[in-house]
């Protein structure tokens, strides 16, 4: 075979390579292979709903001072007429008054006529307060709270509307204008308002914050629910970082363990409470009392965990702890054998210890039974305890109307919710109950 003939064959071979070579790189790049279809689970992690700050932080108590009368409230539906007028208020000027008030100028500025009082159950920072209304102020007095709302006016003047936040725990005064607000229209729904509402008595005391108590006997409703546990598969996956991997261990039958590495939750049958610890982050900081508030709501928003109406009730900034008071119809539910609070311990930027129930109220469906049931009036209630060998009187913090919750001697599926009257002494709520009234003595049963 000539030289011509080899070279034309090289030439024909090397296109064939080429070819090939092109082939394989367009198969290469244009090949996909079939993977089997991974199915990975969804951890469901919301449990009931979300709620904003000023869901969960509310006055206790509505008292409008007149000219000699005080009247008052603690239903939700008048607390909440208030505060709907005052939502588009814009708040100036905070400043410092008072730095060491006293007991009784507290008392004198509550009683003091032309004043709407609204009481909060613990102190509540005023940059936390800020996002419930415009604050023309962008540096409010650091570290200011408050537990007593005052607005005040002067009816022979114009000089408008001043509010006043009153902290009787710290015992300071801060005082600000109010702007944007209608005062015709403002205080003549409050004077409206304030016409229908129960009559209060002032009980002073000496170097003491006053008592405010109803003079009339008022009805409330007594009521029966179903109660609804939550599963703790939807704590579990809400509380530990993979929950794949908690191991479950029985406590008798009394309760259940769950636990990983890091974490420990138990489960009491018994009181429907589970109880949530991570050591690890347990500190000894004294914590801030606006970046708890916000960080322990964000904390029960990011599993959906306010099951019921729970309401702030304490704070301790020192040990970087919060509560939260489970309510009805406007009014804290205490119980002696379940469950009615939730609270946390805060560590570093993380839950320490977070203990809460895990059932809910179904509230929103009408109550297997229900009735409605008249109690004494406050005033009688404080006489009675005034007379009592038993209690000291001035060691008495507060008096109000909550509801006693208790399981069905018949059926344990069911909760008891019966109104009753509260003492509040030492940092305990304790029922005044109807054995220690003497029973038909106050129409109670």
Known sequence: MGLKYIEQVKSVILLLLILLSLTMTFTIW????????????????????????????????????????????????????????????????????????????????????????????????????????????YSLPQGASFDRLVIGWNESSSEGMNIYFISTTKQKIYAASIEKVDQEVFLGSIKKQAMNLPVYNEIERVGNLSLYVSTSPETFVSSTYYIEEIAIEKFKNALFNNPGLVRSNPLGTSGQEYTDDNALMNIDFFSKELSYVHPASESENIGNSAALLQNSVNFVNEHDGWTDDYRYNSINPNRQQISYQLHFLGLPVFSNDTATEITQQWGDNKVYRYKRPYYMLNVGEEPLKARDMELPSGQEMYDFLATSTELKISSVEELMVGYYLSKDENQPSLLNLEPAWYYLSNGLWIRITPELLGGGKFGLE
């Open 30 to 137: 244009t090949y996909s292979p079939s993977y089997n279809t991974i199915d990975t689970p969804i951890v469901n992690i919301s449990i009931a709903e979300k709620k904003k700050m000023e869901d969960v932080i509310k006055p206790y108590r509505l008292l409008v001072s007149q000219e000699n009368i005080l009247n008052g409230s603690v239903t939700t539906l008048d607390i909440e007429k208030t505060l709907g007028l005052m939502k588009n208020w814009e708040i100036q000027k905070v400043k410092l008054i008072n730095n060491q008030t006293s007991m009784q100028q507290i008392n004198d500025y509550i009683k003091t006529a032309n004043r709407i009082t609204l009481f909060f159950p613990a102190e509540v920072p005023l940059e936390t307060y800020s996002s419930f209304h415009k604050f023309e102020d």
